[in-house]
């Protein structure tokens, strides 16, 4: 069978770097492989527990004083890629605190060296759910201070654009996206919209979606509404992280 995007690559970022000479070439940026790559590096400065997402998919977690980092040697596309960390007040995940999010954008392979990037994330960074206040342990928690390399999950088409949705009110969320409803969010659920939204994007220019986002709440009950507009960009992978907060319910 034919060879996924990922498995060339690894073929190309992993096995095709480590033969070369460690010098930069021309002919292998020519090939979509960079001698110096993308890189992200996102490390946890709070005291809680982080799930971290990318494209719609769990890449790892996050433990305080924790590290994970993303290295790409081959990248043929020139993607945004959107970071949501979702934390909680232990390892088991069972209470649900806020969430920090930022967007990076990787170089393609064959257009210079990479691109690199340090996320720090401290109990600033984070959105609270419910507007709640974070609560602060009575003291530090120990810590491994461990390192992980993780692979980042990648969409295959520039003309994507790729929306992570993380509902943080106390109410149910109903989506629309020009007119007609694409998917509900629960309080603290988080979803990945570019399924639903890949039929009203074209390849041709730029295009523009609205998205409607109501709120109800247990009883049903009409609670207000937000619009948030996206566009549909033709020669990259364009990414929207929309965190839904109380305040900006109308």
């Not at 409607?212 to 033709?234: C, S, T």
Request: proline share 6%; aromatic share 12%.
């Amino acid at each position: 069978g034919c060879a996924t995007m990922e498995e060339i690559g690894r073929a190309a970022g992993a096995g095709a770097v480590a033969a070369i000479p460690k010098v930069d070439s021309p002919f292998l940026r020519s090939a979509g492989v960079n001698l110096y790559p993308n890189a992200i590096s996102i490390t946890n400065t709070t005291p809680y527990w982080g799930k971290v997402m990318v494209y719609g998919e769990k890449v790892g977690e996050i433990a305080p004083g924790d590290t994970i980092y993303d290295n790409r040697h081959w990248e043929p596309l020139w993607p945004e890629i959107p970071v949501a960390v979702m934390f909680y007040t232990s390892a088991e995940q069972t209470t649900y605190l806020g969430v920090s999010v930022a967007i990076f954008q990787y170089n393609r392979s064959s257009w210079g060296g990479g691109d690199t990037y340090s996320w720090i994330i401290d109990p600033g960074d984070i959105i609270p759910f419910a507007s709640q206040r974070l609560p602060l342990p009575e003291e530090a928690p120990r810590t491994e201070a461990r390192t992980t390399r993780v692979r980042f999950p990648r969409e295959p088409f520039n003309g994507t654009t790729a929306v992570q949705v993380i509902n943080n009110t106390r109410w149910t969320a109903h989506i629309r996206a020009n007119g007609r409803e694409i998917a509900v969010a629960t309080p603290g659920e988080f979803l990945y919209l570019r399924n639903h939204l890949r039929w009203y994007g074209s390849w041709y220019g730029s295009d523009e979606i609205l998205l409607q986002f109501i709120f109800v709440d247990e009883e049903k009950k009409l609670v207000g509404a937000e619009d948030y507009r996206v566009y549909v960009q033709q020669n990259y992978i364009r990414a929207e992280q929309i965190v839904l907060t109380e305040d900006m319910v109308r």
